[in-house]
């Protein structure tokens, strides 16, 4: 079984990454294409041990063509992804744009892969925002377990997830700092460097960020709409990988060591957590890496059933680029099925 499989948005941070994971995870591909805009036409991109060439968006015809996979942004989905889905490609979107829509599933494979089977409405999945993927990752088998009441999350958030931009922005402001040059903010609306914002996405009539609505509403449409979630979203001067601190509190009595267990068994977890110096995750150790990371298990003594942890993952892998491929290979294994 083979397909042909698009990149469209092949130049930037996740889009490189898919690229770099379709190889790295043997992706049965019998053709990959990278799709960009017009001014990147041209422009040289890695897909295992072998360079291609960007082709432009606007002139490429998806017939024949599998599967595309969208990292270009929401404006760029709003206006492609359902004329892609009509050639008969399916379509896997990181964007937001169709993550709300209830003909589009939004799927984080671990967690609610079944739901892959809606997509034949549009030709369209979604990939959930960064943040929330990583959390339902170590949220699911809990839930499983002990059905989740109600989960307080605070995220800490790398610069990669503002792109590009985001990163030459923190570099750049930490540079001026060393030399005393004058730091002047473009892309984040306060210093970056040596800072940390509590401000992600525009702010809402509510007083929440649209990132933090995201984790509650993407919450809801992957994994339980009777779980009750607040969140507070910050931009951290960390390069590469997002953390989260994460409050459970459950319906049902729980077991710590039970907890551990759980998690240590579940897929696309890994548990590293010793109670010493050093003994839990960092971003620096996430980045490259596929998993998703569980520290700092413990009991929350204020509730009755009451766990927090600390997770950590690499914001455009299992955040974006990983959970596309792994949609992907899920379409592919039980749906698609082309010989």
Known sequence: MSYKVAVVGATGNVGREMLNILAERQFPASEVVALASRRSLGQEVTFGDRTIKTKCLDEYDFTGTDIALMSAGGAVSKKWAEKIGAQGCVVIDNSSYFRMDPDVPLIVPEVNGGAIAGYTKKNIIANPNCSTAQMMVALKPLHDYAKIKRVVVSTYQSVSGSGRAGMDELWSQTRAIFVND??????????????????????????????????????AKILDPNIRLTATCVRVPVFLGHSESINI????????????????????????????????????????????????????????N????WCVSDNLLKGAALNAIQIAEKLCNDYLKKG
């Open 182 to 219: 004058p730091v002047e903010p473009e892309v984040y609306p306060k210093q970056i460097a040596f800072n940390v914002i509590p401000h992600i996405d525009v702010f809402m009539d509510s007083g929440d960020t649209k990132e933090e609505w995201k984790m509650v509403a993407e919450t």
């Open 249 to 304: 509190e459950f319906k049902n009595p729980v077991d710590e060591a039970e907890i551990y267990d759980l998690l240590r068994a579940a897929p696309g977890i890994m548990v590293v957590d010793k109670r010493e110096d050093g003994g839990y995750i960092t971003p620096v150790d996430c980045a490259g890496e596929f998993a998703t990371y569980i520290s700092r298990i413990r009991r929350d003594v204020t509730v009755k």
């Open 306 to 309: 009451g766990i927090n942890l």
